[in-house]
């Protein structure tokens, strides 16, 4: 018993004394639990809605009513336009009137499940409440089938490549710092910069590597194609590569374990997953949270992946993620590099 | 001409000062050695030296980290587990710049002087404490730099892997390298060309081993009277 409970004891004094370890064992859990309460919402509002040919007060009234429509005040003039808008992601719903009021078709954006079905769900209880109107012919676009494969492939994309680049990143210059050997690299001519690129390349390479791998498992086991430039999917995962290389590189500048680095990985890893619109939509979430998605670049990589593979857009409908990507390369592999440099002095 | 210098050091690590004015000037092509007990201040002499340390007041010669003219030998084993002896020595040398042809020649020579040249495939996690040692030592010498800073090269290393090391060492030596040692072991101070004793951060007493012998039987004597 006096053993066992030395050991008990030998124990708990460790873990006091590791301060990092005990803030992520008793904080971690807390600050996730907190943000993820208010972010796990699929009660999804603010569906961006157009009608289409003809205006209808009464359509108008009945889709703002029920609470999780946002209907625009422009009209478009044609299904063309409706379905141009969906592809940019405008909106989410279009709403095809007639000259007499009455709709007659629903176009939905299939590109992200919970806004379509939600939309799909609310736009039918709307038609069985409203007794005696024709009933509006209802089309999925770019998911027809709302599979949920579809809509998820893309944005996994994202977390196998955050996988590789965050947590290897981060693990990788740890280890050196643990076995001593960092400090037998400062002895050579090698400068931190071309230490902290050359820690990063070959988890740049491996990530692309897993792209190319992923996209084929996609394509051979479950069908989903690349509908758009397979060219800029891979540009655009340059960029998303290159802030989550930032992210791992911080993490290594601030853990001083490998145990660390792992748990911090997954301190960031969560909130990518949870919060960068992969599984509850954004326009779900409270401001409280929400601000944190866009400081994740896998919240602008999973729209640019599910826009290009789903979609087929271009660059000219990618720009805002684009150039968010670029903004978060640039800041987290800066901040990196500063405290990566400290770390060394 | 002084190759290495530590002119007024001072060092502190929070309220602790490890180095509380160290001076030593070794001259080019002399093998000095720096004793004390554990926590007189030996690695962290070495690493300000180095230029891996800063150091809070004072001036250091080389000082700088990846010069071509430094090679530093860090206690413990610092290379690669999980790559091989062949592997270690090709990633560092290339690391220096070394072009392909000279890298060969001179893995080739100082392996074969430490005895591993049938190790080349071995993984440097595989090899014995003495071995790793010598490997570390072949990595800091690749580069044929004319400074070579030892820090307690032979510590938990088998009596005739000492032996062996030393033989390296004095051979470098020889060949015109100078040499400055840290080393719990006063026997190894003997073979220096002059001995510096370091007692909680400060230099007590500087000289040949004869000096400091003195009346002595031993230079262990001599230190444990002047740090009594």
Redesign the interface.
């Known amino acids: 018993m006096q053993r066992l409970s030395s050991l008990v004891r030998k124990e708990f004094i460790e873990i006091r004394r590791d301060r990092r370890t005990l803030a992520l064992i008793v904080g971690v859990p807390l600050l996730l639990l907190v943000v993820f309460g208010y972010a796990a919402n699929f009660e999804v509002q603010h569906i961006a809605t157009e009608l289409v040919e003809h205006d209808s007060p009464p359509v108008r009234e009945a889709l703002s009513a029920n609470g999780h429509f946002t209907v625009r005040a422009r009209v478009v003039p044609d299904i063309a336009a409706a379905e141009n808008d969906i592809q940019h992601g405008q909106v989410a719903v279009a709403v095809v009137v007639d000259a007499q009021g009455v709709p007659t078709q629903v176009f939905i954006d299939g590109s992200n499940l919970l806004i379509a079905t939600t939309a799909e769900r609310e736009l039918t209880a709307l038609q069985h409440a409203s007794s005696g109107a024709p009933h509006a012919h209802v089309v999925i676009l770019y998911n027809p089938t709302l599979s949920s494969t579809d809509f998820m492939i893309p944005g996994l994309i994202g977390i196998i490549m955050t996988q590789v680049a965050l947590v290897l990143t981060a693990l990788g210059v740890v280890r050196e710092r643990e076995r001593g050997t960092i400090e037998q690299l400062m002895i050579t001519p090698v400068t931190k910069l071309e230490l902290m690129v050359g820690k990063t390349i070959p988890y740049l390479i491996i990530a692309l590597f897993d792209l190319v791998f992923v996209l084929l498992v996609s394509r051979f086991l479950f069908g989903v194609h690349v509908r758009g430039d397979v060219a800029l999917l891979f540009g655009e995962a340059f960029l998303f590569l290159t802030a989550t290389l930032g992210m791992g590189l911080m993490i290594s500048t601030l853990a001083r374990t490998q145990l660390q680095a792992t748990q911090m990985s997954v301190f960031v890893q969560l909130p990518q997953m949870l919060l960068s619109g992969l599984i509850f939509p954004l326009a779900a979430m409270p401001w409280g949270v929400r601000w944190i998605s866009y400081l994740l670049p896998l919240t602008y990589f999973a729209a640019v992946a599910r826009g290009v593979m789903l979609k087929g857009v271009g660059i000219t409908d990618l720009w805002t993620e684009t150039i968010a990507l670029a903004v978060l390369a640039v800041a987290y592999v800066g901040l990196a590099a500063v405290r990566f440099r400290k770390t060394l002095d | 001409m002084t190759e290495i210098l530590a002119e007024g050091v001072v060092k502190a690590f929070g309220r602790t000062r490890v180095l509380d004015g160290v001076d030593l000037a070794v001259p080019r092509g002399e093998l000095w050695g720096v004793v004390g007990a554990d926590g007189a201040g030996k690695t962290t002499l070495l690493r300000c030296i ?1 230029g ?1 340390l ?1 150091v809070d007041a004072g001036r250091v010669l080389p000082g700088r ?4 003219r ?3 030998s ?1 206690q ?6 999980d790559l091989t002896v062949d592997e270690n020595v090709a990633f ?1 040398g290339r ?3 070394l072009d392909r042809a000279t890298l060969r020649a001179s893995a080739e020579e100082l392996l074969a002087f430490a005895g591993l040249s049938d190790r080349g495939t071995s993984l440097a996690g595989e090899l014995s404490g003495g071995m790793q040692q010598k490997l570390t030592l072949v ?2 010498l690749l580069h044929r730099p004319p400074i070579l800073l030892l820090d307690e090269p032979t510590t938990g290393v088998d009596p005739l892997s000492r032996l062996e090391f030393w033989d390296l060492v004095e051979h470098l030596h020889a060949a015109g390298s100078t040499v400055l040692f840290a080393s719990a072991y006063f026997d190894e101070v003997e073979r220096c060309d002059r001995t510096v004793y370091l007692d909680h951060g400060r230099v007590v007493a500087a000289g040949t081993p004869d000096e400091l012998r003195g009346d002595h039987a031993t230079l262990e004597e001599a230190f444990l009277e002047l740090t009594s």
Do not use: R, V
């Open positions: 180095a891996l800063e980290p990846g010069q071509s430094l090679g530093f860090q413990g084993f610092h290379l690669y587990s560092i690391l220096y710049g990595c800091s």
